[in-house]
């Protein structure tokens, strides 16, 4: 299957920083990526839709002011926590489609640590 | 609203079969997935179908009724790394993955 490559898999940072988090499609071209969060023996909680060249589309009660989508290209977009807080300590999932008929192949995960 | 249901935890012996079964309401239907997930890993792809009928893939098939918003997936010789998490999506009228609250699947010795 097409691979999907996130990055970082596990990162800790203080309280108030900002955390960027990748999703790269290696071998095809992501006309659209979905960023997921997931707590402990819960399932996947859609974050937000983005298509390339355009804004995400978040669901309702993520803020999108904290929760920074971009999309630029292809085969790459990005999350970026801002001014995080312990309780955004999670796992963070972003999954990749090529043609909207097709599977969504999923990166690694990120495992997020707010001290 | 849109819903979709899967029992939340099933034991099963190793060698054995399970079928984990999944039952949908959605606002239209494009396909339907089945994941698994292991903990604290993403979820990688087992299956999709689309139209009716029984999908093999090796010891994993899937099986699926539109008419009547129903879906199992069924594991056989099962063996201990099949212990996971399975997922089931759905894929609606605006081609979204809305997902179920997967099944924690235990293999027992």
């Known amino acids: 299957g097409a691979v999907v490559s996130q990055h970082p898999s596990r990162v800790i940072c203080k309280s108030g920083t900002s955390v960027k988090i990748e999703c790269r499609s290696l071998?095809?071209?992501?006309?659209?990526m979905f960023w997921y969060r997931q707590f402990p023996k819960k399932s996947l909680m859609l974050m937000a839709t983005?298509?390339?060249?355009?804004?995400?589309?978040?669901e309702q009660g993520v803020e999108k002011d904290k929760f920074l989508i971009n999309h630029a290209s292809l085969t790459l977009s990005t999350l970026t926590v801002t001014s995080a807080h312990p309780e955004d300590s999670s796992f963070y999932i972003c999954?990749?489609?090529?043609?909207?008929?097709?599977?969504?192949?999923f990166g690694q995960g990120t495992r997020l640590t707010v001290v | 609203g849109q819903n979709i249901d899967q029992p939340t935890e099933m034991t099963a012996t190793e060698g054995a079969i399970v079928q984990i079964n999944c039952t949908y309401q959605?606002?239209?239907?494009?396909?339907l997935f089945w994941y698994q997930q292991h903990a604290g890993e993403a979820p990688t792809f087992l299956s999709y179908?689309?139209l009716d009928g029984l999908e093999e893939k090796g010891r994993f098939s899937s099986f699926l009724s539109r008419s009547k918003g129903y879906s199992y997936l069924l594991l056989k010789e099962l063996q201990m790394k099949d212990s996971a998490s399975y997922l089931c999506?759905?894929?609606?009228?605006?081609?979204?993955?809305?997902w179920g609250a997967g099944t924690k699947l235990i293999i027992k010795p």
């Open positions: 071998d095809f071209q992501a006309t659209t």
């Open positions: 999506a759905v894929v609606d009228s605006n081609y979204q993955l809305i």
């Open positions: 179908n689309v």
């Open positions: 959605t606002s239209g239907f494009n396909g």
């Open positions: 999954s990749a489609r090529g043609r909207i008929d097709t599977e969504a192949f």
């Open positions: 983005s298509n390339e060249g355009s804004k995400a589309t978040y």
